[in-house]
């Protein structure tokens, strides 16, 4: 099974950029699908975005289109997600999550989590 480690995330006034990375360990890293997801204070859990092995993409919130980008390495095990032009509402705490599901509905492994803030 695949462990995560999450790193990148901090404090951003709105309109900046972070990005955050997921380094795995194991050697089956690209056979995952690899995704991120978001929980602000008092919400539930919600998909960010999702990657297949071979690089397929998707977006599972309208808000985050266009100033998101998914992406993975599969040499250096890790995926990463480019977060531009952001927002106080982007302020939550971010996990990779692993799985062999398309879309990623079932998680295998999840990461430790990493808090980005986004101030006004």
């Known amino acids: 099974q695949v462990q995560l480690v999450e790193s990148g995330g901090g404090l951003v006034q709105a309109g900046g950029s972070l990005r955050l990375s997921c380094a795995a360990s194991g050697r089956t890293f690209s056979s995952y699908v690899m995704g991120w997801f978001r929980q602000a204070p008092g919400k539930e859990r919600e998909s960010v975005a999702a990657i297949r092995r071979s690089g397929g993409v998707t977006y599972d919130l309208d808000s985050v289109k266009g100033r998101f980008t998914i992406s993975r390495d599969n040499a250096k095990n890790t995926v990463y997600l480019q977060m531009n032009n952001l927002k106080p509402e982007d302020t939550a705490v971010y996990y990779c999550?692993?799985?062999?599901?398309?879309?990623?509905?079932?998680?295998?492994?999840w990461g430790q989590g990493t808090q980005d803030t986004v101030s006004s």
């Open positions: 999550a692993a799985g062999t599901t398309w879309p990623l509905k079932s998680v295998d492994t």
